[in-house]
């Protein structure tokens, strides 16, 4: 009786050891939640058998479950973990041990999938901890009703200064009701952080070793800022109220990264029709009209129980172009796999935006993207740069390489690093 017992028990056990080992778990939040379980079935036909759950975790709770996990040595992490770039890195500098690296299961062949922009925050040497998801290359989502009735040919915005031009122009023909875009003074750097991407600037250097935002670069893109402030061409509002001024037709633009369709998308789907869209404008005539505003990542922990079936799962949601198309034009989310400039697909007319197709200018602009490194002082950085900015526009320094050197030695004492 004892005997068969045992028996029993044992194989109670080992069943439900190979249903553990045959269940992957994908930590996410938002829009991905379904974006990524739309890939499962392809997933499952190279894998019948695997079960794959996808859990919306929230986007603050999966970062601070992921620090609690790592912390842990491992403890309740999922098999796949969702990780936005600009904080990859606080956990590669924290925790180096916490994420497999990927070469181990051969994602060195990936490598000339996706743009150099968005390996910048997810290698450290020569490791590989994370496999690029979504990407934000900036463009400019404007109303066409709006920029009809004020007389603006947008095929003539080339540079930031015809931008300002066509905003005053906005303003004469409104009577300043409705402004040329939106900024988040005070609130965000996010407009700071977009224009000096694309003068090749950022808070850190690539290695990040030393603080650079003082540099030219940076220097350039808020004296650009500065200019579109004073020209009064920028409402200002938070995230909340940059929606609440787009919705009432206050203003005519946005500039954020591509991700931004979802937001106008589901804010405003009353407007379907009226929008359209063109590349960030260049600071100088012929210059870089491209940028990045956010994106994210999968990793996979090094306490995953099947790390092999994690990464067949990542590569086949990220590296396979139907897979792609699908969470692009179904989800909104930008993707950063670089073969899939060459599809057909991405000349399908959106309805939504009169029938342009976006995409194939948004994503045109992924090779032109300026790499950057977040490093694990991001947070500190830009909290730094939100009241520098702020204080800048109000005409609290003289220069926009006063304010910048002044960032440079508040994040240099936040950080202990060096300044160039």
Request: charged share 15%; hydrophobic share 45%; aromatic share 10%.
């Amino acid at each position: 009786m004892l005997m068969r017992r045992i028996l029993v028990a044992t194989l109670t056990l080992a069943i439900f050891g190979l249903a553990a080992a045959q269940t992957l778990t994908v930590w996410v939040w938002d829009i991905n939640k379904p974006a990524l379980e739309s890939t499962i079935e392809s997933f499952q036909a190279m894998h019948p058998g695997v079960e794959v759950v996808v859990e919306d975790v929230g986007n603050q709770n999966a970062y601070d479950r992921g620090l609690a996990g790592c912390a842990a040595g491992g403890l309740d992490m999922p098999d796949v973990y969702l990780i936005e770039n600009n904080e990859a890195e606080v956990f590669w500098a924290t925790f180096p041990d916490c994420f497999v690296d990927l070469r181990d299961l051969g994602a060195s062949e990936l490598l000339p999938l996706f743009p150099a922009f968005k390996w910048a925050e997810l290698t450290v040497g020569d490791a590989i901890h994370a496999v690029p998801y979504d990407s934000g290359p900036t463009a400019i989502f404007y109303r066409r009703d709006l920029y009809q009735q004020a007389g603006i040919d947008v095929d003539a915005i080339e540079t930031w200064d015809d931008f300002i031009a066509a905003g005053q122009a906005m303003n004469a023909a409104t009577d300043g009701a409705v402004k040329m875009g939106t900024v988040a003074k005070g609130v965000d750097d996010e407009w700071f952080r977009m224009l000096a991407n694309q003068a090749g600037c950022h808070y850190f250097n690539q290695e990040a070793t030393e603080v650079t935002v003082a540099q030219p670069g940076c220097v350039s893109g808020l004296e650009t800022l500065k200019k579109l402030y004073d020209a009064d061409v920028l409402a200002v509002g938070g995230w909340v109220e940059q929606i609440q001024l787009l919705q009432n037709s206050a203003a005519a633009s946005a500039l954020f990264g591509a991700w931004y369709d979802g937001t106008i998308r589901s804010q405003m789907p009353e407007q379907s029709g009226l929008w359209g869209v063109y590349l960030t404008p260049a600071q100088t005539p012929g210059g870089v009209r491209a940028s990045n505003l956010g994106g994210s990542a999968l990793a996979i922990p090094a306490s995953s129980r099947n790390p092999e079936l994690a990464y067949d799962f990542v590569v086949n949601a990220l590296a396979n172009e139907e897979n792609q198309l699908r969470i692009l034009f179904d989800y909104g989310l930008s993707p950063s796999l670089l073969t899939l400039l060459d599809s057909p697909e991405l000349d399908r007319g959106i309805e939504f935006y009169a029938g342009q197709a976006i995409w194939a200018d948004i994503l045109g602009t992924l090779g032109d993207v300026p790499a950057v490194a977040g490093t694990q002082f991001f947070q500190e950085a830009r909290d730094v740069m939100i009241a520098i900015v702020n204080t800048y526009l109000d005409g609290g320094f003289p220069t926009a390489q006063a304010a910048l050197d002044r960032a440079a030695q508040q994040i240099s004492q936040a950080t202990g690093l060096p300044i160039r």
